[in-house]
């Protein structure tokens, strides 16, 4: 699917023109997500990424283990967050997410549905859900009781096969009509939150490597943001602001 194939019909590219930011809205801030590998030293670099500046989340997303494991990679990761007030978000997984009492959970379209996450995990905690490019499915998701709506690949990645390309206008769209925070997803680069912030778009989602800093803050609720996969740096969320999220 693209932009064009939503059910709701192309968006006007200068879309964003119409409206001035409101400046009440709290700036981007850094979502960070994590390799898939994070074994080894990832978590003395996590530490230092966290350490260098602010950063409002953290996502913990490994692939193809048991849940064991997963939990025993998770559980220092998660110390090093809670320490410095970031917010750990699992990535696909409820189950883990409520065993290892997370800030929240990250569902992609075939990762469970957010009123399945709310029952099981409480009204506090923070779910997310990847839309790709599809205004009608993020619709869906707030209407689900999703936390925050995440777009992307923005741009190509090497660090998943990649279908969806919407256009930076479906950030603006989103964040003139809606509250709910947004995150901007895939291939994005340092450079790139700071160029889409001068052309008045809205949030970003990013993975990069760790080591660059970004805001730190647990959220209640997360604001929006970049991200995008390591080896990177990611952007946190927050709600009706703007963000970007790099891989670690």
Known sequence: MTLDDDPLGPLDPNFAAAFTRDVRRPPCQLYLISPLDVTGGF?????????????????FRVKDMDQHTAAKLAEPL??????????????????????????????GQEDGDAREARDVLGPTV???????????LAMEAGEAGADYVAFGAFYPTATKET????????????????????????????????????????????????GTATRR?????????????????????????RGAAFNL
């Open 43 to 59: 978590a003395d670099r996590l530490a230092r990424a966290l350490d260098a500046g602010p950063v409002a989340a953290f996502q």
């Open 78 to 107: 998660q110390r090093i967050c809670a320490d410095r007030e970031v917010a750990f978000i699992v990535n696909d997984s409820i189950s883990l997410a409520k065993r290892l009492g997370a800030d929240g959970v990250h569902l």
């Open 126 to 136: 923070q779910i997310g859900v990847t839309c790709h490019d599809s205004r009608h």
């Open 163 to 210: 279908k969806h390309r919407p256009e930076p206008v479906v950030l603006s769209w989103w964040s003139a009509l809606f509250e709910l925070p947004c995150v901007a997803i895939g291939g994005i680069t340092p450079p790139t939150p700071r160029l889409w912030s001068r052309r008045g778009r809205t949030s970003w989602r990013c993975r990069a490597r760790c």
């Open 217 to 241: 803050r647990r959220l209640r609720p997360l604001p929006s943001c970049w991200a995008e996969p390591f080896p990177g740096l990611s952007v946190p969320l927050r709600k009706q602001a």
